[in-house]
């Protein structure tokens, strides 16, 4: 069972409760919102069912534009590639932007033990990484931390002033502080929010700048992305960008969007197109809808149940409703446990942007995978009790007692909650032949 | 035309008012719907857990019980829900939720009775997202509710609805006992925001979402109650 922070719940949930409001003035200022969403969901779908021309076209356009590309089927060749390559540049000090693969692909613990001293300057990745911590929402990575913790943390961290905890004074530190690593870094790397197909760019979308400063200096430039984030053109791109930052945070469009193609002059731009598992959840039609995700954490800020609980209560490293199902298809036996995160109140499939049937993949998952063993025994005892009518009414004349009698159920319910009352069998033999 | 009236399993358990005005309530508007005998449940505590599979027989037993009738109206929109996206073609365009019936099919223009209350609709998951019975708040499109059309056939009733109007009240099935303590805080959190409207009464199409609630509100003597929106509906009846 998962387990409630009672000194944080109904902080965590007001908080993310205030980005999905952000959201929805947003979504319905514009009247075509929900055409967008259609657009969106269709292009996704075009793109992921034509992943091989789409990829090569990319790669054309790019090797033309002057990028190296290189492609890693999983997540071991990507962090190969990218410790190659930094090794072979003499790399000391890289900067990077925010990134969920890299999360996903255990970049930083990889880079770290081959000696290269690797930066977020996101500043919520930044504040997680001197934590020592693990995000816990993939837009807004250190949403579960107060600012008191902040300051105490930079204090430690950067020389702040004690006590100090105005997010200004912050930001403005942690800036200091980070500008010192753009200036002396030896390589940089984004992510890539879109690779589009006809002209080989990697866009970027950012807030802080922080990815345009990591790679505006640095003569070596990585920017690595999976196989889901292709569009055909810059005309589809620009669906996906009228819905990325308003469904994410609520903003009209991020500050930075960055269109990454060719290398700046004397340096050189690496792209890594990585699959790790992407193409299995293509082939598996019952969640290939998965690939359509945006990484916007839409579906985070509505999840009633993630609102209450928080990033860390997940088994996968990307929380709330995509979370659970792409932790399901990554690693099912560590991650099935988290199905039970989900009250199936369709939230999640109603809002997402690119309309990936959420709930619906937890529905189907759940028939392959059991998160809990009393769950089991519940269903079982109910699927005996239904299967025949005498059986229903035997239970129920047994009222409240008969179901306390059910041990699990009666504990579980019972704490918080009184039991209704169980109506005889007598009221419904009346009522049938009432007219 | 045949019509068959479809108790689901915790109405028949908990909610026996709801069959008694639902049947009220049908035949004031003409229809007379027969209740099939052998009814227990359309397996969708189960499925939502995972054991869809453990349901073939009672799914079976589902269809016949209801192959003979040209619809199928209850009170449930979760079951009616349910029945459409996990059975037959047979039942897509055959089996409605009662407040879905009355507001789409029979249309009345007015209802005896009063009701001077303050009521609060709790718009259920299913019901909003799955049913269609109002407009989701994750969509930009023009805002409906067909509760609350029928709860304005009523005089003297105050209709209005709480803050996050269609959140989750954290009942979910087996997700209430197997994630009870999650289940809870929802379910409190549901309630409070209900009260903060000053409301007398929570009202859904839904039994399920107000036996939870009311649970709620038993074990912590709030002052509010539960009704099912049939109830306020058949109350001049």
């Not at chain 1, 790397?189 to 589009?196: C, I, L, S």
């Not at chain 2, 019509?3 to 035949?27: D, H, M, N, T």
């Not at chain 2, 509760?147 to 009523?154: A, S």
Request: aromatic share 8%; hydrophobic share 35%.
């Amino acid at each position: 069972m998962k387990k409630i922070d009672y000194a944080k719940v109904d902080w965590q949930d007001e908080t993310l409760w205030l980005v999905r409001g952000k959201r929805d003035r947003l979504a319905k200022s514009l009247p075509e919102w929900e055409k967008l969403r259609d657009a969106a969901s269709r292009i996704k779908l075009y793109s992921t069912s034509h992943l091989p021309e789409l990829l090569d076209q990319f790669e054309t356009k790019a090797r033309a534009n002057g990028a190296i590309v290189h492609w890693a089927k999983d997540a071991e060749e990507y962090r190969r590639i990218i410790g190659d390559l930094l090794q072979s540049h003499s790399v000391k000090r890289f900067v990077k932007s925010k990134s969920m693969l890299s999360e996903e692909c255990e970049l930083r613990p990889y880079l770290e033990s081959l000696g290269i001293e690797t930066i977020e300057t996101d500043l919520g990745e930044r504040i997680i990484q001197l934590m020592g911590s693990r995000p816990s929402h993939i837009v807004l990575p250190a949403i579960h931390v107060k600012r008191e913790e902040v300051g105490a943390l930079f204090e430690k961290e950067m020389g702040t002033e004690k006590g100090n905890c105005d997010p200004t004074y912050l930001t403005h530190a942690a800036r200091k502080n980070l500008r010192e690593y753009f200036l002396s870094a030896d390589a940089g790397m984004t992510g890539g929010n879109f690779a589009v197909a006809s002209t080989g760019e990697v866009v970027v979308c950012t807030n802080e700048g922080n990815a345009d400063m990591g790679t505006s200096l640095p003569p070596l430039q990585i920017a690595a992305f999976g196989i889901d984030k292709i569009v055909p053109d810059r005309e589809s791109l620009g669906v996906f960008t009228r819905l990325l930052a308003r469904t994410a945070t609520g903003q009209p469009i991020t500050t930075y969007t960055t269109h990454y193609s060719a290398p700046r002059p004397g340096a050189e731009f690496h792209i890594v197109i990585v699959d790790n598992g992407r193409s299995r959840i293509l082939a598996d039609p019952e969640h290939r809808k998965l690939l359509n995700c945006l990484r916007c954490g839409g579906c985070m800020n509505t999840c009633p149940v993630y609102r209450r609980l928080g990033g860390y209560a997940y088994s996968y490293f990307i929380p709330g409703p995509v979370g659970i199902n792409l932790g399901v298809m990554a690693d099912p036996e560590r991650c099935k446990a988290d199905l039970s995160a989900c009250s199936l109140c369709h939230s999640c499939s109603a809002l997402c942007p690119a309309k990936v049937d959420l709930a619906e993949q937890i529905y189907r998952s759940r028939q392959h995978y059991c998160s809990s063993a009393k769950k089991k025994l519940l269903s079982k005892g109910m699927g005996f009790v239904m299967g025949a009518p005498w059986r229903l009414e035997t239970t129920l004349a047994a009222g409240p007692a008969g179901m306390k009698a059910l041990k699990a159920l009666g504990a579980s319910w019972g704490k918080g909650r009184d039991f209704p009352d169980i109506a005889s069998q007598k009221t419904i033999k009346k009522l049938r032949n009432d007219k | 035309m045949k019509v068959a009236f479809f108790i689901p399993c915790y109405v028949r358990a908990v909610a026996p008012q709801v069959i008694e005005c639902s049947l009220k309530l049908l035949r004031h508007l003409g229809v007379e719907p027969e209740i099939p005998q052998g009814q227990t449940c359309c397996g969708q505590p189960m499925g939502n857990a995972g054991f869809e599979s453990d349901t073939k027989r009672l799914k079976q037993r589902f269809e016949k019980i209801f192959e003979n009738y040209d619809l199928i109206v209850s009170p449930s929109s979760s079951c009616v829900a349910y029945v459409r996206e996990h059975y037959g073609d047979s039942f897509k365009g055959r089996i409605y939720e009662i407040c879905e019936y009355v507001h789409d099919v029979l249309r009345p223009v007015s209802l005896p009775g009063s009701f001077p209350h303050k009521v609060c609709i709790h718009n259920s998951c299913h019901g909003v997202r799955l049913a269609g019975l109002s407009s989701p708040s994750e969509q930009n499109i023009p805002y409906f509710n067909k509760l609350r059309d029928l709860l304005g056939l009523i005089k003297d009733i105050e209709v209005v609805e709480s803050e996050r109007p269609d959140e989750c009240c954290g009942f979910g099935g087996l997700f209430s006992v197997e994630e009870s303590e999650l289940s809870v805080k929802m379910g409190r959190d549901r309630v409070r925001r209900h009260m903060a409207t000053g409301a007398e009464f929570i009202t859904a199409a839904d039994s399920s979402c107000l036996m939870h609630q009311q649970g709620i509100i038993s074990r912590e003597k709030l002052p509010i109650r539960t009704i099912h929106i049939v109830e306020i509906l058949a109350s001049g009846l």
